[in-house]
């Protein structure tokens, strides 16, 4: 039997709140981040990324309280990202209740890092964030919400991501993050041919035509914040998911 695409649900926490960035700036409040994990639970998502845009931008420390309540809530496995320096946090935040971990500056501060996180967890549970902004030719790769610049390519970090132990690739998109412009496919198409493992899509997702889109360009997954929490011609908050059976008819592209 064929497994149903996956399509995940990202949602952003600063504060303990539920926020949503665009291009990685200026964020809109949206929420309790456990009222929206139990209305996906609701919704019948079967997996789910949280990650805490001030653990490694700003140094904060991360909140392993929250994390703890968000795993007991969910129904379905959760991916978190935020603040993992060392394999001990990232075995910690697991034992919480979350299935994997999302790294991104470490890849380029300290490499080593994914390494041992991938050798405490496995690769299957270690999951490399990669950043990408367009320039005037091809695309850069930046960390710390695009702040800082690593001056190579995404396919560039993402082998170097695979070559370190990640099994999975998170890949985004910073010029189209909230934008409702739908996914960078050339982007995708870059970085899925260059590694052998599971890449995520994400940035810029508007609805089912774009999931459809990013998985027929190479994308193992797609995942989206804004389609999901957001509403409407004035981005009203509201929490949506796609049915099982719209979620099923996505495996006719693949």
């Given amino acids: 039997m064929t497994a149903f695409p996956r399509v995940i649900p990202v949602l952003l926490i600063s504060d303990g709140y539920l926020v949503k960035p665009q291009r990685f700036g200026k964020s809109v409040y949206i929420g309790d981040p456990i009222?929206?994990?139990?209305?996906?639970?609701?919704?019948?998502?079967?997996?789910?990324?949280?990650?805490?845009?001030d653990a490694s931008a700003k140094g904060t420390p991360i909140n392993f309280g929250l994390i703890e309540e968000l795993a007991s809530e969910a129904f379905m496995p959760v991916g978190y990202g935020g603040g993992i320096a060392d394999a001990f946090t990232a075995e910690r935040i697991v034992s919480l209740g979350i299935e994997k971990v999302i790294l991104g500056s470490a890849v380029a501060h300290s490499p080593e890092?994914?390494?041992?996180?991938?050798?405490?967890?496995?690769?299957?549970?270690?999951?490399?964030?990669?950043?990408?902004?367009?320039?005037?030719?091809?695309?850069?790769?930046?960390?710390?919400?695009?702040?800082?610049?690593?001056?190579?390519?995404?396919?560039e970090i993402a082998r170097r991501a695979v070559a370190l132990g990640a099994g999975e690739v998170l890949l985004s998109s910073i010029d189209r993050e909230g934008t409702f412009s739908g996914?960078?496919?050339?982007?995708?198409?870059?970085?899925?041919?260059?590694?052998?493992?599971?890449?995520?899509?994400?940035?810029?997702?508007?609805?089912?035509?774009?999931?459809?889109?990013?998985?027929?360009?190479?994308?193992?997954?797609?995942?989206?914040?804004?389609?999901?929490?957001?509403?409407?011609?004035?981005?009203?908050?509201?929490?949506?998911?796609?049915?099982?059976?719209?979620?099923?008819?996505?495996?006719?592209?693949?």
Wanted: net charge positive; hydrophobic share 45%.
């Fill in 183 to 254: 996914y960078d496919l050339k982007l995708i198409r870059e970085v899925t041919s260059s590694v052998d493992v599971p890449v995520i899509a994400l940035g810029g997702a508007r609805g089912l035509e774009d999931f459809e889109h990013a998985l027929s360009n190479g994308a193992s997954a797609v995942a989206a914040g804004s389609a999901f929490v957001l509403n409407g011609r004035h981005r009203a908050v509201l929490i949506t998911y796609p049915s099982p059976a719209e979620v099923a008819s996505l495996r006719a592209v693949r």
């Fill in 113 to 155: 890092i994914v390494t041992e996180i991938s050798g405490a967890l496995g690769a299957s549970s270690t999951v490399v964030s990669v950043d990408a902004r367009k320039k005037i030719s091809g695309y850069d790769t930046a960390v710390t919400r695009g702040r800082r610049s690593l001056k190579a390519s995404p396919a």
């Fill in 35 to 53: 009222n929206a994990v139990k209305i996906f639970n609701e919704k019948q998502v079967d997996e789910l990324v949280v990650c805490d845009i």
